[in-house]
């Protein structure tokens, strides 16, 4: 099998603590720089899978910075450079803790909610007689809480969130209004390339001097689903499952092996041939999203390759 990143243990000049989430390493460092390292690790029903998948790191840090550059006109962001495939570095932020998930199509966590019988989601009304993979009149902003380790995310009003004291009314109407923006732009860029963003999620912070940043990832398999575009109101019409390009093949693989997250469940045994198509749909993913050929990295020596590529751009960076 290909060398994969799976757990990081750098020690960079400077360095504060550092942070281990589901799929993302990030280090926290002075002259307040965050290095943000993009694992190859895989994240489902918020349970880490024990195994890595060939190049995906490289895939969601390319993917994601490449879309910051493509909408920074509209919304400011934390990034300030990649210098290696599977890195970013950027302006730390004190993040809010919510996720802005925004849903132009009824999938997912939302039909699965539609399915039961709910008519509400998040404090917003879903019409009656919709059926799955059908759009929503207007995309729907339905957040949730940002799960401390090891928990679930849950969905939580924009109501709650202001009342409790989560995220000020002000600054979530800023939230809002950006999450609104971004979207837009993914659509248009998704048309681009013959895909439908369906649904995805943002992530915001706020830096030392108090400005409204994007942080994080962005229209990514990992974050966002998308249909392609060709076929989709056929699939509709004869209520076929829609072709889609998202993290929800691995889903519904572990859906048909018995796992959910939950209680009690084990993780079902992935092969090396499993893993290898999983790394194989990750590259088409690249591949459509962004409309280029993925370039694979060396992946020899990856942990080596990391260090020396952010060891370099901390000795010549100058805040």
């Known amino acids: 099998m290909i060398e994969t990143i799976t757990n990081t243990s750098f020690t960079f000049p400077g360095q504060k603590k550092v942070y281990k989430g589901k799929v993302r390493?990030?280090?926290?460092?002075?002259?307040?720089?965050?290095?943000?390292?993009?694992?190859?690790?895989?994240?489902?029903?918020?349970?880490?899978?024990?195994?890595?998948?060939?190049?995906?790191?490289?895939?969601?840090?390319?993917?994601?910075?490449?879309m910051m550059s493509l909408t920074s006109d509209i919304v400011p962001n934390w990034l300030l450079a990649t210098p290696d495939p599977n890195v970013a570095i950027g302006e730390a932020c004190d993040p809010f803790k919510v996720e802005m998930v925004i849903r132009g199509y009824m999938s997912g966590h939302a039909a699965r909610e539609y399915a039961l019988g709910k008519r509400s989601i998040c404090g917003v009304t879903m019409p009656e007689g919709m059926n799955e993979n059908d759009p929503f009149p207007q995309p729907i902003i339905t957040p949730a809480t940002k799960a401390e380790e090891g928990d679930h995310d849950e969905d939580i009003s924009k109501e709650n969130i202001i009342k409790k004291?989560?995220?000020?009314?002000?600054?979530?109407?800023?939230?809002?209004?950006?999450?609104?923006?971004?979207?837009?732009?993914?659509?248009?860029?998704?048309?681009?390339?013959?895909?439908?963003?369906?649904?995805?999620?943002?992530?915001?912070?706020?830096?030392?001097?108090?400005?409204?940043?994007?942080?994080?990832?962005?229209?990514?398999?990992?974050?966002?689903?998308?249909?392609?575009?060709?076929?989709?109101?056929?699939?509709?019409?004869?209520?076929?499952?829609?072709?889609?390009?998202?993290?929800?093949?691995?889903?519904?693989?572990?859906?048909?092996?018995?796992?959910?997250?939950l209680e009690g469940q084990k993780v079902p045994f992935m092969t090396d041939a499993y893993i290898t198509s999983v790394s194989e749909r990750y590259i088409e993913l690249y591949e459509n999203i962004t409309g280029e050929k993925f370039v694979k990295a060396d992946t020899s020596n990856l942990q080596e390759r990391i260090l020396n590529n952010v060891m370099s751009f901390l000795k010549d960076y100058t805040p």
């Open 25 to 66: 390493e990030v280090y926290f460092l002075e002259n307040n720089l965050l290095v943000m390292i993009a694992t190859d690790r895989l994240s489902a029903f918020d349970v880490v899978m024990p195994k890595g998948i060939p190049y995906k790191g490289q895939i969601l840090n390319q993917i994601a910075t490449k």
């Open 165 to 261: 004291g989560i995220v000020s009314k002000e600054d979530y109407e800023v939230l809002e209004k950006y999450t609104r923006a971004l979207f837009q732009r993914g659509t248009k860029i998704a048309a681009e390339h013959d895909l439908i963003l369906v649904d995805t999620k943002y992530e915001f912070g706020k830096t030392k001097s108090g400005k409204i940043v994007l942080i994080d990832e962005i229209h990514t398999p990992d974050s966002s689903r998308y249909f392609y575009a060709e076929g989709y109101k056929e699939r509709q019409e004869l209520r076929e499952p829609q072709k889609q390009l998202s993290k929800e093949f691995v889903r519904q693989w572990l859906i048909q092996n018995n796992f959910q997250g």
